[in-house]
């Protein structure tokens, strides 16, 4: 549980597919009648694909607590977390998302005599604290109750306890009652796969036996940072591989100053797991990446999507990004170095964006010629902002024209951050084209 956290991925306007890929959808959901009742408005609002995830019950002494709901549902806890940012321990009781065996309950002890939930216990006492529901997307959901005239708490979607996203909806719009809106999310297994400079971590979800996907992250990202948003939302339908590129992330392995390791590492990882074909998701170098393991290795790509990416660099664009990437050296202590630090560990950030430039300022020098694009046989989708702040749309309109089974998607007003576009949007729609025949 937790009622704040730091901005989440934003969204981008949405806007017509260009070429054939399918019908132009909305990513705003669902758009409830004006004409129809408050009160119909408000269950339209939160009952389809939503599941009750767990009752929050707010305890003065958490092992009596433990001792009698431990009794009540004849089970132990199956987990204890600390959430500093509220201020309380929460003990988990239930089935930890395992169907058939008892309810989940949440205990929310006191850590901090200042939180919100120490208020709650001063005014009403021990008992039932809030109600979570699940649903599959926080952002979309957040948006139908606000139109339905439920008010959200303060602050941005959080990460809670129980390794999900979390947003609450005020007690004053929902009779009474605080209300969890809890994003669902995939069980995701970390493999550490071999490399000759240390490993490469892959973040694996989804069914063994669903179509491969791998999905690689830009340049100084990761996929906690970049892809992860994204990549949960196809482990339903797909066995996602969410790698981080060497040097980035959890991988030990050192970032190399030329790309043919990173392509390598893709197929490297594939026969890790034992599959023999994957499609492949790339964004801005992930990307780059991912055209390269096309061209190079055609019978291990099924289908590619390719967002923000350049493959006919000039000095201009090498030397905007590294300006970006300097930025951090230059002020070790200000936020943008402080977020690499945490993302690759502080021992090891300078080093990686050291060499993040020095392979950058190469790139104008290594262009990927248009007869490795036309060797590509599997079918790519192209993704561009037409406000993308380092690559001019004229890129992925080169990819279009030159590969030889390539569909274009133009995203109006989109800059070049995956964080910042409509995550369940990118998600639908590439998935739609991987499935395509």
């Known amino acids: 549980m937790a009622m704040r956290c730091a901005r989440t991925a934003g969204a981008a306007p949405s806007g017509p597919a260009i070429d054939d890929i399918g019908e132009n959808r909305s990513a705003a959901g669902l758009v409830l009648s004006r004409s129809v009742g408050r009160r119909a408005g408000r269950l339209a609002a939160i009952s389809p694909g939503v599941t009750l995830e767990h009752l929050g019950i707010a305890v003065r002494d958490a092992d009596e607590a433990v001792a009698l709901f431990g009794a009540l549902l004849g089970a132990r806890p199956y987990k204890e977390e600390a959430v500093a940012r509220e201020g309380v321990r929460t003990i988990f009781f239930g089935d930890g998302g395992v169907a058939g065996r008892s309810p989940k309950v949440e205990l929310l002890a006191v850590t901090d005599p200042s939180s919100p939930v120490a208020r709650f216990l001063e005014r009403r006492g021990p008992g039932l604290h809030h109600l979570a529901f699940e649903v599959e997307s926080l952002e979309a959901s957040l948006e139908k109750l606000r139109a339905a005239g439920f008010v959200p708490t303060p602050g941005e979607p959080a990460a809670g306890a129980d390794g999900k996203r979390v947003a609450f909806i005020h007690p004053r719009s929902a009779g009474g009652v605080l209300v969890e809106i809890v994003e669902a999310r995939p069980t995701v297994e970390r493999i550490d796969v071999p490399v000759e400079t240390g490993t490469v971590a892959v973040h694996a979800s989804g069914p063994p036996d669903a179509p491969a996907l791998v999905v690689l992250h830009g340049m100084l990202g990761s996929t906690e940072m970049e892809t992860a948003n994204v990549a949960r939302r196809w482990a339903a339908d797909f066995r996602v591989l969410a790698i981080d590129i060497r040097g980035h992330g959890a991988s030990t392995a050192v970032l190399p100053l030329s790309g043919e390791e990173l392509v390598a ?173």
Do not use: Q
Request: aromatic content about 6%.
């Open 265 to 437: 590492d893709v197929v490297t990882v594939l026969d890790a797991v034992d599959i023999p074909r994957a499609h492949v998701f790339g964004f801005s170098l992930g990307a780059a990446i991912a055209l390269r393991a096309a061209a190079h290795h055609p019978t291990r790509i099924h289908r590619a999507a390719v967002l923000g990416t350049n493959v006919r660099w000039v000095d201009d664009e090498a030397r905007a990004i590294t300006a970006a990437m300097t930025a951090a050296l230059d002020a070790p202590g200000g936020r943008w170095a402080k977020r690499l630090g945490a993302c690759h560990g502080e021992d090891r950030w300078k080093d990686l964006t050291a060499r993040a430039v020095a392979f950058t300022r190469s790139l104008p020098g290594r262009p990927f010629s248009d007869d490795a694009m036309r060797s590509i046989t599997a079918p790519v989708l192209v993704i561009h902002g037409d406000r993308d702040r380092y690559f001019e749309l004229r890129h992925a309109v080169h990819l279009r024209r030159t590969l030889p089974d390539a569909r274009l998607w133009v995203i109006p007003g989109a800059d070049h951050p995956i964080r910042k576009l409509d995550a369940p949007m990118l998600a639908r729609e590439v998935a739609a084209f991987l499935r395509s025949r």
